[in-house]
């Protein structure tokens, strides 16, 4: 069975500051990886993925995302925050093959962004 | 650019009633998808759709029931609501092929919040 883990159910970081939010996943083989955010009353909006080569992901916003196949990891970066940054921020994987259809999410990390 | 809709957006409704969620997209993608998101599950997914007349079960498809007779719309059915169906539903479409090998992402509705007193 897939399974992701976002450990910190909120995150809080100054305005300017960077932040990371962190994503840890189990998946048999190798996985595909995505980033989805959510505003209040709003749906996922994708921001980024992973499938294959560079570790380092670039995606919308300004975020990025690190891949680390050792660690079974895939955290979410952005260099400076944003007060607009504040949202619901969900990390999903998929198995690459043999997994089937389901794109398996984690339970959410809540992103505050102070001035 | 409509993208994906889902109607009601909120709705209020007694155990027992069927209660049926809306969903439609303009982009003629060939998957859709189903999930609830409540607090501490983030989101699980309930049916999903290959094409029009092909669906199939999600991780918790109890107590729902889904058709989909065109591609556009996927329509979500609770058939007698209990209050443990109270959550927020989100509609989703993809254009993947094969989603044996799909690492396209999925495009979500903005959520029907559905109460169930």
């Known amino acids: 069975a897939q399974s992701v883990a976002q450990p910190e159910d909120q995150v809080n970081v100054a305005e300017g500051n960077p932040l990371t939010v962190k994503c840890t996943y189990s998946?048999?083989?190798?996985?595909?990886l995505f980033w989805y955010v959510q505003y209040p009353n709003r749906g996922l909006q994708f921001l980024l993925k992973?499938?294959?080569?560079?570790?380092l992901v670039k995606g919308s916003y300004g975020f990025e995302a690190e891949f680390n196949k050792s660690q079974t990891s895939f955290h979410l970066k952005k260099p400076s925050a944003l007060v607009s940054d504040s949202a619901l921020y969900f990390c999903?994987?998929?198995?690459?093959?043999?997994?089937?259809?389901?794109?398996?999410f984690g339970t959410g990390t809540q992103l505050k962004v102070e001035l | 650019d409509a993208g994906i809709t889902q109607s009601p957006r909120y709705k209020i409704t007694e155990t027992g009633r069927q209660v049926t969620l809306m969903c439609h997209q303009t982009?003629?993608?060939?998957?859709m998808f189903w999930y609830r998101q409540d607090l501490g599950h983030g989101l699980r997914l309930i049916y999903y759709?290959?094409?029009?007349?092909?669906?199939d079960k999600g991780e918790v498809p109890d107590g729902y029931v889904v058709s989909r007779s065109k591609t556009e719309n996927f329509p979500l059915t609770l058939e007698s609501a209990t209050r443990s169906q109270t959550s927020v539903y989100f509609c989703?479409?993809?254009?993947?092929?094969?989603?044996?090998?799909?690492?396209?992402?999925?495009?979500f509705g903005d959520g029907t919040r559905l109460s169930i007193l």
């Open positions: 999903a994987v998929r198995a690459r093959t043999g997994g089937g259809n389901k794109l398996t």
């Open positions: 982009w003629s993608h060939s998957y």
């Open positions: 998946v048999s083989g190798n996985p595909y």
């Open positions: 989703a479409s993809s254009e993947e092929t094969d989603m044996r090998y799909s690492n396209q992402p999925q495009h």
């Open positions: 759709s290959a094409a029009a007349d092909i669906t």
């Open positions: 992973y499938i294959t080569g560079d570790n």
